[in-house]
């Protein structure tokens, strides 16, 4: 119950980042963009950094606020910075005397700028990408409901059990490229990042995780085109223990 009188202003900084605050004063100053009240079951999306104040109107009001995450151009840049540290000519010192010399100083910055630009010509985008949605998918924490009974039934788990993507989970499966190995004997693996951990497995295993993965209810035995008995057991199970998928609830009657 209740209503509640928005005041929403011009932002001081377009599309702020966390770093950037605002005094309360600049604030309450900035322009006014417009303001309504909300009725209860109303909803108002305010784009980042939109400078806003609520008063509850004839008693209490209460609301609840959500926070969109987003990836933003300077999160890329990021991204790449860490990739450049992969280079050792980007962690090579700078010369001894910069502090004191401003033309040292400037010079190595020049030949870092110019090495840099040199070597964004010729990065990985798809690197960059696999990176930043990596990032984005470690951000969501997965919702679980269930997971401790999903967990005990586990020896329950058959041909005939149908297991389905859990709903909510945000995930990224992709086949890392082949580890450093002297010896040239570098193994592609299956990388499915769930939230707040990354699961890896042999990448023999990819047509059968998309499958599993995929939004629709699948039945275990359904995967005899692509795993054995024993090896199918062994993936649904590990799935359901991650969190990726659960066994389907049985429908409701009537």
Do not use: C
């Not at 009001?61 to 990739?83: I, M, Y």
């Not at 389905?164 to 992709?174: E, P």
């Not at 995967?223 to 223990?241: A, Q």
């Amino acid at each position: 119950t209740g209503t509640k009188h928005w005041v929403v202003r011009e932002p001081t900084v377009e599309r702020p980042l966390a770093r950037h605050t605002t005094d309360h004063d600049t604030a309450g100053s900035q322009q006014v963009r417009f303001e309504v009240d909300l009725q209860p079951g109303d909803v108002l999306y305010l784009p980042r950094g939109f400078v806003h104040s609520a008063a509850a109107q004839q008693g209490t009001s209460l609301h609840l606020t959500l926070g969109v995450l987003a990836t933003t151009v300077h999160d890329v840049l990021h991204q790449l910075v860490d990739l450049a540290g992969e280079e050792a000519a980007f962690r090579r010192d700078l010369p001894a005397r910069w502090p004191f010399d401003d033309d040292a100083a400037a010079g190595a910055v020049k030949d870092v700028v110019a090495e840099l630009v040199d070597w964004l010509g010729r990065v990985d985008v798809a690197d960059v990408v696999a990176r930043a949605r990596d990032r984005f998918v470690a951000n969501r924490s997965p919702l679980l409901e269930g997971q401790l009974l999903e967990i005990a039934g586990l020896g329950e788990v058959d041909d005939d059990t149908v297991v389905v993507r859990r709903a909510g989970i945000v995930g990224s499966l992709a086949l890392d490229p082949p580890l450093a190995d002297p010896s040239g004997n570098g193994e592609t693996r299956l990388s499915l990042v769930l939230g707040d951990r990354r699961v890896v497995m042999p990448a023999s295993l990819e047509p059968a995780v998309r499958r599993l993965t995929d939004g629709s209810p699948h039945r275990v035995g359904d995967l005899s085109d692509l795993l054995d008995h024993g090896s199918r057991l062994v993936l649904v199970r590990r799935l359901i223990r991650e969190g990726a998928v659960r066994t389907r609830p049985p429908a409701a009657d009537g």
